[in-house]
């Protein structure tokens, strides 16, 4: 599969997954830390957890 539709299928998982970069990672089957690294490069942080505010800032 082309990089780029995998990384667009992420995007689209994460979106039904209410921002849940793990969930969509797995949903679309890359590695958690790729996730998390096209996150960080669209500076999306992820979920929020409980208590509304992000443990890593």
Known sequence: MDFEVLK?????ALD???G??????RAVG???NT???WARQ????GRVRR???N???
């Open 8 to 12: 667009a299928r992420f995007f689209e």
């Open 16 to 18: 039904k997954e209410n």
């Open 20 to 25: 849940s970069i793990t969930a969509a990672a």
């Open 30 to 32: 890359v590695n958690r």
């Open 35 to 37: 996730a998390f690294g």
């Open 42 to 45: 669209a500076g999306i942080r």
């Open 51 to 53: 208590g509304g505010v």
């Open 55 to 57: 443990r890593r800032l």
